[in-house]
């Protein structure tokens, strides 16, 4: 099933990174150059940016809002909402936005709240703020999508920790009467175990047994506190999941495949998003990817793939796009829009 | 590096590379050559070829 949502457009995006890179050697110091390359093989994962102690997805979140609203000319008191989709939050409270609101500039009248989403989350941020612009009436709205999962990796755990990167995103969104998206979006909490973090919420509180990081029952050294992921799992979900979301969004917009001017994928890996390109029929050309330069950047994935591979556009016609976010929960969501020429300032590195 | 012909239904998959990656390739081929998706738990816990082999015919008459 898909949800048509109309008048609102994206006026642009701008992403952010943290300067430091960690390279396909690096992690051969740690897990051994064989290991390595067979799992770059699989992942397709080259380099990754990652953040130092100090900085967080709200940092990146931040210097990207900062330049795209310099760049678009928008008055910071212009805009009417601000969405924070991420799981990497500055605080448990308050709601990282509302720190986000002091930063930017934004009005004391802005609407600010968090999301807690990953891999869904980017779809499901552009989902909410056209439909805060449709049914609130309001006519500019912010959506920050970033984290920083490099914080939450065990360093010895090879699924996690050369997977993924860091990475943040700003998208301006407009009221537009030529705008609009399609969107499916869907829920499996059955799987939440297969990606999660078990300590550190309020079920399991941060404690001396949550704490130390120690051999679990598939050898690997990992805390309570560590990212536990079971890559196998996810795949199958994925390959059952996302085919007939894109279905829904596709046929409700009444386009062929091969119409798209691009599919933007999550970039969960490049195992996963090549199989899903071929079980879609789309060509190597309509899916870019840029998990061999940043890996799988959580919610920040998608608008990373946008602003550096399809760039902003100038000049040409409206794009055909759809997107796909699909993981952690397991959430799944999937947009297909026209997106016309919009501002992309260059990636800000900080 | 495998003679194909010569893989029988009690060839043991875990003295090889049965591992994650090994795991996630069969999952996407079996998907690819016969439409199925298998359980990944199950599939990790096969011993042989012809239980996987069973886990994919299970897989198929289920969907």
């Not at chain 2, 239904?9 to 199925?36: K, N, R």
Request: some cysteine; hydrophobic content about 45%; glycine content about 10%.
């Amino acid at each position: 099933m898909a949800y048509w949502v109309p008048g609102a457009a994206v006026r642009g995006v701008a992403c952010a990174v943290p300067r430091r890179r960690l390279t396909v050697a690096d992690a051969g110091a740690t897990f051994g150059d064989e290991e390595v390359q067979s799992v770059v093989k699989m992942t397709g994962v080259g380099e990754r940016r990652v953040a130092d102690e100090t900085t967080c997805a709200s940092d990146l979140c931040v210097a990207a809002g900062e330049r795209l609203l310099e760049e678009l000319d928008w008055a910071p008191d212009s805009v009417e909402a601000l969405l924070f989709v991420s799981q990497t939050p500055d605080y448990v409270l308050p709601a990282t936005a509302c720190t986000m609101q002091e930063r930017l500039g934004l009005s004391h009248g802005v609407a600010a709240w968090d999301v807690n989403l990953g891999c869904s989350g980017y779809v499901y941020g552009l989902w909410q703020a056209m439909s805060m612009i449709r049914a609130a009436g309001m006519s500019r709205v912010l959506l920050a999508a970033g984290d920083t999962c490099t914080k939450f990796c065990a360093p010895g755990d090879r699924s996690t920790a050369l997977l993924f990167g860091d990475a943040a995103s700003m998208t301006a969104l407009e009221a537009d009467e030529r705008g609009g998206a399609h969107f499916a979006v869907g829920t499996d909490g059955g799987g939440a175990e297969n990606l999660i973090i078990p300590a550190g919420g309020f079920r399991k509180q941060c404690s001396p047994e949550t704490l130390p990081r120690q051999e679990d029952a598939e050898g690997i050294l990992r805390s309570e506190h560590d990212l536990h992921m079971q890559g196998m799992e996810i795949f199958n979900f994925t390959i059952r999941r996302v085919p007939p979301m894109l279905g829904d969004v596709l046929d409700s917009a009444g386009w062929e495949p091969e119409e798209l001017t691009a599919a933007l994928f999550h970039q969960a890996n490049l195992f996963i998003i090549d199989h899903l390109r071929k079980k879609l029929r789309l060509t190597r050309e309509q899916v870019p990817t840029s998990i061999e330069e940043f890996g799988n950047t959580s919610c920040a994935s998608i608008p990373l793939t946008w602003t550096e591979r399809l760039g902003a556009g100038e000049g040409e016609e409206p794009r055909r796009l759809a997107m796909a976010g699909f993981g952690v929960g397991y959430s799944w969501a999937a947009a297909a829009l026209e997106a016309g020429p919009c501002v992309m300032p260059d990636l800000v590195e900080i | 590096v495998l003679d194909v012909d010569s893989v029988q239904e009690d060839f043991s998959l875990q003295e090889g590379a049965w591992d994650s990656l090994a795991l996630v390739a069969t999952i996407a081929a079996l998907d690819d050559h016969f439409g199925v998706t298998v359980d990944a738990t199950e599939l990790g816990q096969a011993q042989t070829v012809g239980e996987l082999v069973a886990l994919a015919e299970a897989a198929q008459g289920g969907a």
